[in-house]
């Protein structure tokens, strides 16, 4: 959580006219299980999903972060 919140406040940054300033509205993170170094990580029961809603134009409308658990048939 530490790093990616640091990244994304650091992205942000950079990306600022001169003056500006940020805060974050939201931070979330959905910890699922350890990754050992060397791993390659994959989903099998949870899934976490975002959506990114745009107009036709481009303009971002909405995100959305899903968490999503695999039920068995």
Same mark, same amino acid.
């Given at each position: @959580?530490?790093?990616? $919140?640091?990244? #994304?406040?650091?992205? @942000?940054?950079? /990306?600022?006219?001169? #003056? #500006?300033?940020?805060?974050?509205?939201? &931070?979330?993170? /959905? &910890?699922?299980?350890? @990754?050992? $170094? +060397?791993?390659?990580?994959? #989903?099998?029961?949870?899934?976490?999903?975002?959506?990114?809603?745009?107009?036709? /134009? +481009?303009?971002?409308? !909405? !995100?959305?972060?899903?968490?999503? @658990?695999?039920?068995? !048939?």
């Amino acid at each position: @959580m530490a790093f990616t $919140d640091t990244l #994304g406040g650091t992205a @942000m940054l950079v /990306n600022l006219e001169n #003056g #500006g300033c940020t805060t974050a509205i939201e &931070s979330k993170t /959905n &910890s699922l299980a350890a @990754m050992p $170094d +060397g791993i390659r990580v994959i #989903g099998k029961t949870t899934m976490v999903w975002k959506t990114r809603v745009k107009s036709e /134009n +481009g303009k971002l409308c !909405a !995100a959305v972060i899903q968490t999503q @658990m695999v039920l068995p !048939a």
